[in-house]
């Protein structure tokens, strides 16, 4: 059992938040660079490749792996959004209560 007030410190490195927003920001660009790269490999296949085994690899380019890169591109950047806001918010509560104690019973 507690009798003392303790004090509790929560840091939020702000900028380590955004610097990880960043690299996030990288990768998707990555990933749109792949997406780009296999929809010209799709549209340039049959210029050297035919038959069912090209069909097949095209649907399954078109059909699984650009759908699942371009869901993994919009997720990363709403997860980019979000740390963004995320470190603004934090920014500005450090601001705000920098001057203030907050005990915590």
């Known amino acids: 059992m507690q009798t003392e007030t303790e004090d509790y410190i929560i840091e939020i490195d702000t900028d380590e938040i955004k ?26 296949i049959n210029d ?3 038959g069912i085994d090209a ?6 380019m078109e059909g699984i792996c650009t759908p699942e890169l371009t ?4 997720l990363l950047g709403s997860y980019i959004s979000y740390l963004t806001v995320v470190s603004n918010i934090y920014a500005q509560m450090d601001e705000e209560f920098s001057q203030k104690k907050i005990t915590v019973v």
Request: hydrophobic share 40%; proline share 0%; aromatic share 12%.
């Open 19 to 44: 610097s990880c927003a960043n690299n996030l920001s990288l990768n998707v660009s990555s990933i749109s660079s792949s997406i780009s790269n296999f929809s010209s490999e799709i549209d340039n």
């Open 48 to 50: 050297v490749w035919n």
């Open 55 to 60: 069909l097949a690899y095209i649907n399954f």
């Open 71 to 74: 869901y993994l591109k919009d």
